[in-house]
């Protein structure tokens, strides 16, 4: 089966995203195909590549960059949440003037049109949040 | 892209406190322009977005409730109120906006978008839709 992935809430604040990383992971263990991964509200947040976690807890962003550099996974995070939240890559940053970008390997900033071809091409299109 | 699939939009929260109905409405308009079946459904607290006299001054926030006038404009035109959800609040039709829109089958004919469910059609809406988006 072909799954799209949203992604509603930020890291450790909930659970939604080790979830969906979790489920986005046995999927492709068992052969299913994810069309694309979108990070969406305080979503946009797991794609930080700025985060320190303690060292003896879970890496969230590293744990969703290696999945996709394992997989090529497409990790797509909301460009109009991100702008609001002060998630960047470096064509964000330099078009609004800031001074840095933050985007974690293997993320791309995309629009929501991202989210809705999901939803028109996976055969399911499942949502993690609150 | 050819293929047509049912969207259902469910809003479930407050229009303030959170951003999740102002950051769903943008998936709303954005999504129009996929020319998909679209529906939209406010459940539960999700039914104070479309109150009418909404006034923001007071927590200093953009009132964006005006948009949802437009949705009719974005081909938006089946929007779902769940009924027990009103009563629950004390609410009904006459507090809500007048959203409507003009049916381009009926000579442009000007009919209300806004359809009051029960919880079991509500359901039943669930199941006949392909995607499900929840805010």
């Known amino acids: 089966m072909k799954f799209g992935i949203q992604v509603n809430e930020g890291p450790y604040n909930h659970q939604a995203s080790d979830t969906a990383y979790q489920f986005t992971k046995a999927a492709l263990e068992k052969g299913h195909e994810i069309f694309r991964v979108f990070f969406y509200h305080d979503g946009v947040y797991n794609g930080t590549r700025l985060g320190v976690p303690p060292q003896d807890d879970r890496n969230i962003t590293k744990l969703w960059t290696e999945l996709a550099a394992q997989h090529d996974l497409d990790l797509v995070v909301c460009v109009a949440a991100a702008q609001r939240r002060g998630v960047l890559d470096a064509d964000e940053a330099k078009r609004h003037g800031k001074d840095a970008d933050n985007i974690a390997p293997g993320f791309r900033i995309s629009g929501l049109g991202q989210l809705i071809e999901a939803g028109i091409q996976a055969d399911r299109l499942v949502v993690f949040g609150d | ?135």
């Open chain 2, 1 to 135: 892209m050819a293929k047509i699939k049912k969207f259902l939009y469910v809003n479930r929260k407050a229009p303030y406190g959170t951003i999740y109905a102002l950051e769903s409405l943008e998936v709303v308009l954005i999504g129009a322009a996929f020319e998909q079946d679209v529906s939209v459904a406010f459940v539960d607290d999700g039914v104070y977005q479309i109150t009418k006299g909404q006034d923001t001054q007071g927590i200093g926030m953009k009132n964006f409730s005006p948009t949802y006038s437009a949705l009719g404009d974005y081909e938006v035109t089946k929007i779902y109120v769940e009924k027990a959800s009103l009563a629950e609040r004390g609410l009904s039709q006459e507090d809500l906006l007048d959203l409507k829109y003009e049916d381009e089958d009926d000579d442009w004919a000007e009919k209300d978008s806004i359809r009051l469910v029960s919880r079991a059609e509500l359901a039943d809406i669930m199941e006949a839709n392909d995607v499900i988006l929840s805010f």
